[in-house]
Structures are given as structure tokens and as C-alpha cells.
């Protein structure tokens, strides 16, 4: 068994165990020595972790790092997991979405997930930087590689932001709104972002990479006074820090769930609970698209991911991208 994995296995059975578990019963559940399971454990108090060894009771895990790492996420998602099957955690990276995009073009399997804790030249939509500060926040990016045509691949986007504003809402409590087509906004301010690229032949997808960022424990003074968006963090709208760790597990799961829900049923569940957390839906709004802005009812999204604007005419207008303001 590759030592990531052992590793992993071992988190989880220490993590499940509410006191002591002798080394003997777990060498048994790994099918490892117990002189194997003494390194792992020694591997990981290095890593960070906090497990305590007592003569004749065993191990006991009494606290986990705030830092990213392989086996702590393998070791909470759930058995059979799709996303986050295969995990990459990097200390620094230009952009998890570059490494993701190489790794897919290598052949690298569905379901692999980079990690990053700071980001030199991470990516925003329409080529806008996304400040990534270390030690603080969440960056990911996750292949996919759907049977889609390309023109539904933008469906994508959306499941990526129903399952971060379930992961938040589940997380602190806070009920995010979702700015079409790829922001996640509390009071107005934006908490989260969403960038999809994708890689297509003429009718089929090869691959999608959905990269995330969360602002989780990010300060205001770490904020660039030069946002096009009034930006916030989960820490400073609830008031207590948020642990990646555990929400990177909870993010993850629920995307495996949404993508799974998708690949069964399409795209109309994803759509619908998307729309419940739009905060534009019925509203007036402006978008700015294509050199020109246009002024009306929020309508919804269309099948494919669409913006849809009433007009003054009654007719419904269809927007791939733009800047949309609720007015």
C-alpha cells in the first residue's frame, strides 16, 4: 500500500476513535506492522498533527494542523469519492488551474484535485487576478472529464457554485448569494470565485479544470484597495476562524455529490437550486457585455448556463458573459 495511502487510512480510523486504539488493532485494520504504523505516526507529528502514544492503551489523535495536506483530506471524504481521488497539495504554485490544465493534458484521472496555499499568479475570469496570500485561504482546482458536447460544459460552473455555498452555509451558518455567473457574495461582497477552462475537440470534451478560491481566515488589511468588488472572508462575516482542513473535506464531498447528481440526472436539480440562491432572480439588473450594457428583469439561466434579460420589448435575451449589477 503507497504510504499516502496508509497514511490517509490512518488519519481516518484515529479521527473515528473517541479515545485510544491500540497499535495492535490497527495493524490489524491496515494490514500493516505496528513498527509501520510507529513511522506513519512519527511521519505525521512532523506534518503537524497531534497524536498522543501511551504504553499499553495506543494512539490517540488530539489535534489536526490548519495546513493542507494529502492524507488529512483523503483520510475525511467518504469511501468511493470521485473527486478528490487523487490529491495534490503544493506549498506555492502560479496557479493551481495552470497545474491542473498540464496535469489533465498528461493524461492525469478524472477526479484529481490540486491544492495550493498560495498562489504566485492566480486566475480570475476575464483575466483579472485573484489575490492569493498564503496560510489563509482556499485554492483548488479539480479535473473532470464529463461526456459532454462543449456547449453544456458551462453547466459546470454552476455545480461548482451550489456546492461551495452549501459547503459555506454548512460551514458557518451564512447563507451566501450567488452572483451569476461565478461569484459567491455575502452582504454584497465577494467571498468566493469560480473560474472554468476547458479543453474540447469539436463535439466532445476532453476535460474541464474547475478552479475555486474561498476567502476563509483572509484580514481586511490583506485586501488590495484596487477590487472591482467589495471583497470580504469567512472570518471577518462571522467572526471566527474557519479550519481548511475540514472545509476543504466538506467542499470537496459536496462537489463529488452535485457532479454525481449531474451525471444522473442533468442539469435541471443543479439549475434549480442555483436559481434559489441567485441574487439577482427577478430582480432588475444591468449587464455589461460585448461593448455594450443591457437593462432589465433578471429571467434565469437558460440550459446551458445562459443569462436571460428581459427586455423592454418582452423578449428574452440570451448572455454568455458579462459584468451583471443588481440594481
Excluded at 464531498?253 to 436539480?269: H, K, N, S, W
Amino acid at each position: 500500500m503507497p504510504t499516502r495511502l496508509a497514511q490517509s487510512d490512518l488519519l481516518r480510523l484515529l479521527g473515528q476513535s473517541t479515545g485510544f486504539i491500540s497499535g495492535e488493532q490497527l495493524s490489524r485494520s491496515l494490514g500493516v506492522s505496528r513498527t509501520a504504523i510507529w513511522k506513519r505516526v512519527v511521519t505525521l507529528r512532523a506534518a503537524g498533527y497531534g497524536i498522543e502514544a501511551v504504553t499499553s492503551q495506543g494512539y490517540r489523535l488530539v489535534s489536526c494542523p490548519d495546513r493542507l495536506s494529502c492524507a488529512g483530506i483523503a483520510a475525511g471524504l467518504p469511501a468511493g469519492c470521485l473527486v478528490g481521488q487523487h490529491l495534490v497539495c503544493l506549498d506555492e504554485v502560479a496557479s493551481t488551474n495552470a497545474e491542473a490544465f498540464r496535469l489533465a493534458e498528461g493524461g492525469a484521472a478524472e477526479g484529481t484535485v490540486v491544492f495550493a496555499d498560495r498562489q504566485t499568479a492566480g486566475k480570475g475570469r476575464l483575466g483579472r487576478q485573484w489575490v492569493s496570500p498564503g496560510g489563509v485561504n482556499l485554492y483548488l482546482s479539480v479535473i473532470l472529464r464529463p461526456p459532454l458536447p462543449p456547449y453544456e460544459a458551462p453547466q459546470l460552473t454552476f455545480i461548482s457554485a451550489v456546492a461551495v455555498a452549501r459547503t459555506i452555509e454548512e460551514e458557518t451558518g451564512l447563507k451566501p448569494a450567488i452572483k451569476w455567473p461565478n461569484d459567491l457574495l455575502l452582504s454584497g461582497c465577494k467571498v468566493a470565485g469560480l473560474l472554468n477552462e476547458m479543453n474540447a475537440e469539436s463535439d466532445l470534451v476532453g476535460f474541464v479544470v474547475l478552479g475555486i478560491g474561498v476567502n476563509l481566515n483572509m484580514e481586511a488589511a490583506q485586501f488590495p484597495g484596487d477590487l472591482r468588488t467589495p471583497a470580504t472572508s469567512l472570518v471577518l462575516a462571522c467572526g471566527r476562524p474557519v479550519s481548511r482542513m475540514p472545509f476543504a473535506v466538506r467542499l470537496l464531498t459536496a462537489l463529488d455529490a452535485e457532479y454525481a447528481r449531474f451525471r444522473q440526472v442533468g442539469f435541471g436539480p443543479v439549475r434549480e437550486e442555483w436559481s434559489r440562491r441567485c441574487n439577482a432572480f427577478g430582480r432588475e439588473v444591468s449587464v455589461a457585455s460585448g461593448g455594450q450594457t443591457l437593462r432589465g428583469p433578471f429571467a434565469g439561466i437558460d440550459h446551458d448556463g445562459a443569462l436571460l434579460l428581459t427586455l423592454p420589448d418582452g423578449r428574452l435575451e440570451r448572455i454568455m458573459s458579462g459584468d451583471v449589477t443588481v440594481l
